[in-house]
């Protein structure tokens, strides 16, 4: 079974386990899916990465919506994906944010964290506190990770996907004033199910998941999405030729 997509392009089907993973409050929201528009899809919460990884064990590409590979220093717009990436998202380009040092991203503390922040960046800078929040879910995939199982568990970005499905950036933010823009969840919804993906029977057959939303759900779906492509070849890298961090983590953004 293909799905159409906007712009032309047609999914293509796969059979194997794909599993497309957003943090959540608390938590992680993981979908699993053989990348077939009528095949079997599902959700469930995850506790912490380590039972993300048992739940997705059978999947042949786990991507993520998390920073994978970390800079000994911190520059300007962040790791050279994330500036690549951004630079085509247009109105969207705050969804993606600057990752700091991977020292800074072990500060315990917020103040500890924008001081060694500081000291780790050039130019010196502090980080914002949204940025903070996530640092503890980042820690439990950087503890993680080796290169070995970076060969399946790749790091995404849905409005970075969102932009591949429509061809270019999207005009409806998901958020407003950190609240669910329904207009905009709709519109990446319809993105989802012109490409391929069964998002409207993802969402009508799973149950709310305890702390997550339907932007969380609606973004493990197209993290789910670029998992498809990463497994068949056929997703962008950003940059082209991404580099290793110190402990030999491809820094790349993949959609």
Not at 92 to 114: D, H, I, K, N, T
Not at 178 to 189: D, F, I
Not at 193 to 208: Q, Y
Request: hydrophobic share 45%; charged share 25%.
């Amino acid at each position: 079974m293909t799905g159409a997509r906007e712009g032309g392009e047609r999914t293509v089907a796969s059979p194997r386990m794909l599993a497309g993973v957003d943090g959540c409050r608390g938590g992680w929201v993981v979908v699993l899916w053989r990348g077939l528009a009528e095949g079997p899809v599902r959700a469930m919460r995850a506790a912490s990465f380590a039972e993300v990884l048992d739940v997705a064990a059978e999947a042949v590409v786990v991507a993520v919506d998390m920073p994978i590979g970390l800079p000994e220093r911190g520059s300007l717009g962040g790791r050279a994906c994330d500036v690549a990436a951004r630079a085509g998202l247009g109105e969207r380009q705050s969804a993606l944010f600057a990752v700091p040092s991977r020292a800074a991203v072990m500060g315990e503390s917020y103040a500890e964290a924008c001081r060694i922040a500081r000291t780790t960046s050039d130019p010196p800078r502090a980080v914002s506190k949204q940025c903070f929040n996530l640092f503890a879910k980042i820690r439990e995939i950087d503890r993680l990770m080796t290169p070995a199982l970076q060969a399946r568990v790749r790091e995404c970005h849905p409005e970075v996907a969102f932009a591949a499905m429509a061809g270019g950036p999207l005009a409806l933010p998901k958020k407003v004033k950190s609240q669910p823009h329904a207009p905009g969840l709709a519109l990446r919804a319809r993105l989802l199910s012109a490409s391929g993906f069964p998002i409207g029977r993802l969402m009508a057959e799973t149950e709310r998941l305890a702390g997550s939303g339907d932007d969380d759900l609606i973004d493990a779906a197209a993290c789910a999405w670029s998992a498809e492509r990463i497994a068949a070849g056929r997703a962008r890298s950003f940059p082209d030729d991404p580099p290793r961090d110190g402990r030999g983590l491809l820094m790349a953004i993949e959609a």
